[in-house]
């Protein structure tokens, strides 16, 4: 671990002053997993802003029947929030099937959206890796990379997100709100985490002095019929092989909306309009759900360890609908696959 | 006599643990301590070219950078750094010279005021290599393989009977290098005195082999050195060699004249030994009523450049199952690696995993019932020696877990069974292991108020020592437990071997026993000098310890107490100490034996595999404490799923380098992946084996489970998976 300076911010502004006056400072909330890349010689920040502090903790119903939630609240404690839990299982499944208890109860939400990928050549200094040096090659590409991208990769970069939340938030629509030198704006979740391509190393589009200050839900909730499936090679506290969350809206066994998402397969959460929109007007049904997922999984590509994945993918896209259109989501507590 | 020995007495150190009053080796504390970091070589092969260490030096709070080029004097004997467990070959030294044996190799140490800034200042280390052609594949150099000693010697004409079977499974199974991963990190606190003695409080299985070691290799008389090891949080084999660490911390307190603590990280202790990844080759023939006429078993090893580690992979097949012909062999393959070490049931825990893999392979070709397969090849005597069991009730083994897991509802077919959307498997398997006993001796010093101080160097490596060492010691004084203060893992204490193989219960229990003798043998002198004495003239045989007392075992109301015989002997306190060894009894063999019951439940589309009861049914003599004697097999069938389901220490060839050296990618069983888990204790009393019968519980729990759990997989999804860990990718279609 390097040496480094440590300032607490006493705003917001003042968060985005200290970060645009130092290139090599880095915010730090829950510290989940910027301690750990520290540790490891991954992670070297000149300076670290403590923004712990700031009051970005609410989560507040809007007028136009939205939810806001601000970047510091802790993973946990949004998972059992009673509008979460009402309004959005599927955001609440999807953080209780991530990481420990433990982490859940240091991890912020803003943290959550910036954590970095698990590739273990990333995380090995004495490795190349694009994502961690530039131009130094991409050592999974030939190596080690059965928990690697089939989707969206690039000759760069194989790597994943390893989160679990962003994936239930890029179902759901959310959009990620941001503030930096020029005032505040909004993106969606979806637009918020980059594909590879040349420029791996740039896992997302925040601004170098911006910060998201927190995450807004629309009204759609999908609070009947959703599942959040996570596959992963022990039965807790392991990144996915492939997770799975799906949200439908039914009139009858009709489909009248429909949104799923993929983790551990992709740079980012990975969606497809194409496959959602396939879903609209039919009945919900195994082979629709199989078009859809052979829809969602268009153009993957595997390497040498992870070809399983589009099969297994394909399968737990049809279970995860399964799940949701019969109302009999995944228990995050069972130690069984439902 | 058997107030406290057979029942589930809890721990005796179990509060101290709790509280956190145990002190473990990285938490003694001493005056001006200074902190240790170590840095490591990031190739597997070569020599360090330079070695540049001025920017770390000017770190503030930086003392010194120790390397191979300005450390203290070392041993340059290889016998100086050879071991009591050490295999055949010339142990590692680390900060010995300029040349890199391994990727994680320990190349210097940071030695600063606190840890972060050492941690820091070790960053700024500049190294420079000459790398040299490396490899670390086992399998791509399988072909360099060379034949060791003969682990059991051939019968027959196993090659020739076996091509001729009638019934005939050959395959190969591979076992990944796994790692230990014990909760305590590796870390020793070297404290310097004034005088320049050392008292060294390290993690280890065995406090005399460090302190033997240390003396060696700084060349140091034995007072100058002491060595301790008070509580030790999980080991399984990693701590019976003295690891790098101690060597580190002697040299910064050598070297400084200061205390010195180094605490490895959980990543660097994966440059420490591992079980060594074995192909397995097992080959058996059989009649079609199932009887054996031939086993063949041929491992394949990795072991490091520079020691020859070896363990009995095989072999096994000769005590468990009747066989005419058999031919078995070891092989090593020399790589560019740190060397293996034990780990829990070594050479058991993978070989017969392949051997009762083989067999459930085996009674699918024959189309007989697994466990009638094993019972037609049951052997009362151990075939390499033709020598019978001291005891052997594996058959009640098989029939009380068969039982209790309800097997004779088994559908033999596979696919055959399901709940819900999973395929249901039922699978078994045999365990095996040994009976050892080593010299240990105790010292008893009964105080006349009626307490008694029990100490040994033993270690208690979280398995229970102390508690079994109080309970045995009441039992044989006579005094409640609460009276028993039990002292452990110093090495100015009575003599020890490691503890390991799981051969400490017996050893020490016997040792206590036979100090407890000497210190009724002193009771009664004194008792006997009593005026009118209920025991004058009474045999020593004829006498026992109870209630406070010393009595004739023919008439225990004829007694005299402690109390008494010792105020009117005139002495304070009786102190005793005795070492205890085991009679040679070329006339028996002695193993531990279980048999295992696993179910498995597979989701049929997705691959998800969930061992959802276990049933281990052990036969290990008796049992000295239920509770955690139960906790010993519990603990070695959830590290058996972990060893089919989940564990594999990953290397990329292509750098000779462990890619998942941390526990978060290298998955070991959680909370969710474990179910219901039935330990029986079968009875097996033993008048061969020592006085009370004491077999030993620590290696049995894990052999076997692995493969009854992938004989269940099979069963469940017609699938035969040879290659562990089963990881769903394997098994999906």
Known sequence: MNNFQYARATDVADAIRLLAADPGAKLIAGGTNLIDLMKENVERPSRLIDISRLPLRKVEETADGSLRIGALVPNSDLAYHPLIEQRYPLLASAILAGASAQLRNMASVGGNLMQRTRCVYFYDTATPCNKRRPSSGCSAMDGLNRNHAILGTSAACIATNPSDMSVALAALGALVHIAGRSGERTIALTDFHRLPGDTPHVDTNLGTSEIITGIELPARGFAQNYSYLKIRDRMSYAFALVSVAAALELEGNAISGARMALGGVAHKPWRSLEAEAALRGQAATPDHFSRAADLLLQGATTRSHNGFKVELARRAIVRTLTQAANATPQSQAHKKIA | ?733
């Open chain 2, 1 to 733: 006599m058997n107030a406290y020995i057979g029942t589930p007495t809890s721990r005796v150190d179990g509060r101290a643990k709790v509280t956190g009053a145990a002190k473990y080796a990285g938490e003694f504390p001493a005056d001006g301590l200074l902190h240790g970091f170590v840095v490591e070589a990031t190739i597997p092969c070569g020599r360090i070219a330079r070695l540049d260490t001025s920017a770390a030096l000017q770190v503030k709070g930086v003392l010194d950078v120790l390397t191979h080029a300005n450390r203290p004097p070392l041993a340059d004997k290889d016998e100086a750094w050879r071991d009591e467990v050490a295999p055949e070959g010339s142990p590692f030294r680390p900060l010995y010279d300029d040349t890199v044996k391994f990727n994680g190799q320990p190349i210097a140490l940071v030695v600063a005021e606190d840890w972060e800034t050492a941690k820091f200042a070790a960053t700024l280390v500049r190294v420079e290599y000459e790398q040299r052609g490396f490899a670390t594949d086992l399998e791509g150099e399988r072909g360099k393989a060379a034949e060791m000693d003969k682990p059991h010697k051939p019968r027959g004409d196993a090659a020739a009977t076996l091509a001729q079977a009638r019934v005939r499974h050959e395959a190969e199974y591979v076992i990944p290098t796994e790692h230990h991963n014990p909760m305590e990190l590796y870390a020793t606190t070297a404290i310097w005195d004034s005088n320049g003695k050392l008292t060294i409080y390290d993690k280890t299985q065995g406090v005399q082999n460090v302190h033997k070691f240390l003396c060696g290799v700084f060349d140091k008389k034995p007072d100058d050195i002491r060595v301790a090891s008070p509580y030790v949080g999980g080991a399984f084999g990693s701590g019976l060699r003295p690891q790098y660490q101690v060597v580190l911390a002697t040299l910064g307190a050598l070297a400084l004249k200061r205390s010195v603590r180094v605490v490895l990280t959980r990543q660097q202790m994966y440059g420490l030994g591992y079980r060594p990844m074995t192909i397995e080759r097992v080959g058996l023939g059989a009649k079609s009523d199932g009887t054996l006429d031939a086993v063949t078993h041929e491992a394949i090893a990795v072991t490091s450049r520079y020691e020859d580690f070896a363990r009995n992979d095989t072999g096994w097949a000769e005590q468990l199952y009747s066989s005419p012909n058999s031919r078995f062999s070891h092989k090593l393959v020399h790589l560019d690696v740190s060397t293996p070490c034990d780990m829990r049931a070594p050479g058991a825990a993978s070989g017969v995993c392949a051997l009762e893999c083989a067999m459930d392979e085996l009674s699918v070709a024959l189309k007989l019932d697994p466990i009638e397969l094993r019972l037609k090849c049951y052997s009362d005597r151990d075939q390499s020696e033709n020598l019978p069991y001291t005891s052997k009730q594996l058959r009640e083994c098989y029939a009380r877990g068969a039982d209790a897991f309800g097997w004779s509802r088994r559908n033999p077919a596979p696919r055959s069974m399901r709940d819900g959307k999973e395929l249901v498997g039922w699978g078994m398997a045999t365990g095996v292991w040994e009976a050892l006993q080593m010299p240990v001796a105790v010292r008893i010093v009964l105080t006349s108020n009626g307490h008694a101080e029990v100490s040994c160097a033993a270690s208690d490596i979280g398995t229970g020592t102390y508690t079994i060492v109080a309970q045995v010691a009441a039992d044989a004084l006579g005094l409640p437990i609460e009276n028993i203060s039990v002292r452990l893992a110093d090495s100015t204490l009575p003599q020890a071997p490691v503890e390991g193989g799981s051969w400490m219960a017996a050893s020490s229990a016997h040792a206590v026993l036979a100090a407890a003798e000497e210190v009724r043998k002193e009771l009664l002198r004194l008792a006997g000098k009593i005026h009118g004495s209920p025991l004058a003239g009474a045999e020593l045989a004829d006498t026992v310890l109870t209630d406070g007392s010393i009595a004739r075992a023919s008439d225990n109301r004829r007694a005299v107490s402690i109390a008494d015989a010792m105020r009117h002997g005139g002495v304070e306190r009786i102190e005793k100490e005795k070492l205890n060894q085991f009679g040679e009894d070329k006339k028996h063999a002695r193993n531990t034996h279980s048999a295992v019951f696993a179910e498995v439940k597979v989701d049929e589309l997705l691959g998800v595999i969930r061992v959802t009861r276990v049933v281990s049914a052990i036969a290990a003599g008796r049992i000295l404490n239920t509770k955690t004697g139960r906790s010993q097999i519990m603990g070695g069938v959830v590290w058996g799923i972990g060893m089919a389901l989940h564990e594999e220490t990953v290397m990329d060839h292509r750098f000779g380098r462990i890619m998942n050296a941390n526990i978060a990618e290298y998955h070991i069983p959680v909370n969710a992946d474990v179910h219901d888990i039935d330990v029986i204790f079968v009875d097996e009393p033993d008048a061969h084996i020592n006085a009370l019968g004491i077999k030993g519980l620590g290696e049995i729990g894990i052999v076997g489970v692995p493969a009854a759990i992938a004989n269940a997989v099979y069963h469940a999804t017609g699938k035969r998976i040879r290659r562990f860990p089963i990881t769903l990718d394997k098994v999906l279609d």
